[in-house]
């Protein structure tokens, strides 16, 4: 079936490192991806989106990828802060305003 | 938040009682949705709004109804509360000119 999901249910990286955060989808029509990030007893806030006809997207400290041959989203955070553990959801568009969200990776920054 | 409100943010209630939730925004966006929030589920779509008077499911809308008389607020609806229903519940709005969408901080809802 269809599924939004997620290689690694938890990820600790020593602060400074850089952290990858994956994530798998089935439908191939999806054309619209966001990472949320959630911090402890707090909603999903936005980070980053890409649309399927781009491979690459860059932010502030934050890359995300897209390979739609593989149906694979890859979420990577340079040089991470303590700041960045949290909880990382990606979500994939399927029809209109509707998301479908994967259930989640844990990032642990390591002091 | 994003000016958006969810009240109460705390509940515990008792099997077979009716819960209303609220949301509130101040940003005038087109879109709400409500989604709930459980351990080993990603964010599943209870019912969503395109309008004021507009709503329709989405894929958890069983158990549960909603409304939206103002642009401002949604009302999500619990007519007779199960122990299935015990989950945090965010609210999320979208101006629909973009899919972005910005989350509530949510309501934790226990049923006894």
């Known amino acids: 079936g269809e599924s939004v999901g997620l290689h690694l249910p938890t990820l600790s990286v020593q602060e400074g490192d850089n952290s990858i955060i994956n994530c798998a989808y089935s439908?191939?029509?999806?054309?619209?991806f966001i990472w949320y990030k959630q911090e402890s007893g707090k909603g999903p806030q936005f980070i980053i989106d890409?649309?399927?006809?781009?491979d690459k997207r860059q932010g502030q400290r934050v890359t995300v990828l897209l390979n739609k041959t593989v149906k694979h989203l890859s979420l990577q955070i340079a040089a991470t802060q303590p700041g960045d553990s949290a909880v990382y959801f990606c979500?994939?568009?399927?029809?209109?305003?509707?998301?479908?969200f994967g259930t989640g990776t844990s990032l642990t920054v390591i002091p | 938040d994003a000016g958006i409100t969810q009240s109460p943010r705390h509940k515990v209630t008792e099997t077979g009682t009716p819960v209303t939730l609220r949301c509130h925004q101040t940003?005038?966006?087109?879109?709400m949705y409500w989604y709930r929030q459980d351990p080993g589920h990603g964010l599943r779509l209870i019912h969503y709004?395109?309008?004021?008077?507009?709503?329709d499911k989405g894929e958890v809308s069983d158990g549960y109804s909603v409304s939206r008389s103002k642009t401002e607020d949604f009302l999500l609806t619990l007519e007779s509360a199960t122990s299935s229903q015990t989950s945090v519940y965010f609210c999320?709005?979208?101006?629909?000119?973009?899919?972005?969408?910005?989350f509530g901080p949510g309501t934790r809802l226990t049923v006894t």
């Open positions: 999320a709005i979208s101006d629909g000119k973009d899919y972005e969408q910005y």
């Open positions: 439908n191939s029509a999806s054309d619209y």
């Open positions: 890409i649309r399927s006809n781009m």
């Open positions: 979500a994939e568009n399927r029809a209109g305003n509707q998301f479908y």
């Open positions: 940003e005038n966006h087109r879109y």
């Open positions: 709004s395109y309008g004021v008077k507009d709503t």
